[in-house]
């Protein structure tokens, strides 16, 4: 990770910490690794330090819209139901 790159600043380490007792899912991001869009759930750990993460890669997903929008006039639609 770059430098410059701080866990608890990013918004999946602050869900999870304004939300100890649920898991956290974060809206669509471009992810600061890959470069790619994906989301994050990530849960603050029993001793109120430590969050675990893992992110949800959107590139197959957008690989499949994509083919489905470009090769005729249908319209996709992703919905995320957060717990």
Known sequence: MPEDYHANERLWFKG?????????????????????????????????????ALDFNFSDMQESITKMTSSSDRNALLLLKPE
Request: hydrophobic share 40%; glycine share 6%; net charge negative.
């Open 16 to 52: 999870a910490a304004e939300n100890p007792a649920k898991v956290y899912m974060t809206e669509p991001y471009i992810d600061a690794a890959s470069g790619g869009m994906c989301f994050t759930m990530s849960k603050m750990l029993p001793d109120n330090e430590t969050v675990v």
